[in-house]
């Protein structure tokens, strides 16, 4: 099993839709992130978390929001989905550090 | 502005060239990540390093702190390490990561 899961993998959805993109780890790790990737352009920062009771806005937190349900699980929700939400979106962990960077295997979401 | 670049934006070698990637870095990081995309879309991180040297297998990392500056190195490549490389580095706070654009390798057998 995978250390770091995310559903799901891929989703097709209307404008105006909510979406949750879930994820959940194995590893332990305190510290979790959710990217976006776009072509041409570097990893981007949605939010992340430090514990349950931690979360903190990344460079381009409009339009989306997030929830700690547990040390394992992080939840990224698009409220009401626009089409330049259309991206390849990453869920991360990482042990306090000098703690490696675990990836999940990515969420395609295209909004129409 | 990008604290983080890496070259080349491509690069095309074949089979069994010594390939070298380059990234630099304007802040001050407490590490540096080496990671891999292939396509379909996983990323996996292939080095941590805050200072020297790391090999693994057919793959060396290399940092040099004074110059902002890390390299990483495949010998004898493989169609098999097709992929992009990412470069991230790690504020010096510990909290932030900035990421390159990546690195996108094509080995021809």
């Given at each position: 099993d995978a250390d770091v899961t995310q559903t799901?993998?891929?989703?097709?959805?209307?404008t105006g839709k909510r979406i949750m993109?879930?994820?959940?780890?194995?590893k332990?790790?305190?510290r979790m992130y959710w990217y976006r990737q776009d072509p041409g352009l570097g990893l981007r920062l949605i939010y992340y978390s430090f514990d349950v009771k931690d979360i903190n806005k990344g460079e381009i937190s409009d339009g989306y929001s997030v929830s700690r349900q547990a040390q394992a699980k992080f939840s990224l929700s698009l409220e009401s989905a626009i089409p330049n939400q259309t991206a390849l979106y990453f869920c991360a962990t990482r042990s306090s550090p000098p703690g490696e960077l675990f990836f999940g295997e990515g969420s395609r979401l295209t909004v129409l | 502005k990008n604290e983080v670049e890496q070259s080349p934006q491509n690069l095309t070698a074949q089979e069994g060239e010594f390939i070298t990637i380059n990234c630099s870095y304007s802040v001050g990081i407490s590490a540096l990540h080496w990671l891999q995309q292939h396509p379909g879309g996983g990323i996996v991180s292939l080095f941590m390093l805050s200072s020297g040297k790391k090999k693994h297998g057919r793959l060396i990392a290399t940092i040099n702190i004074q110059e902002k500056?890390?390299?990483l190195h495949i010998t004898a490549s493989h169609p098999r390490d097709s992929a992009v490389y990412i470069c991230a580095v790690i504020g010096g706070t510990g909290n932030q990561f900035y990421f390159g654009t990546g690195t996108s390798l094509t080995v021809i057998p």
């Open positions: 799901p993998r891929n989703r097709i959805t209307k993109l879930e994820c959940s780890q194995t332990g790790h305190d | 500056h890390s390299s």
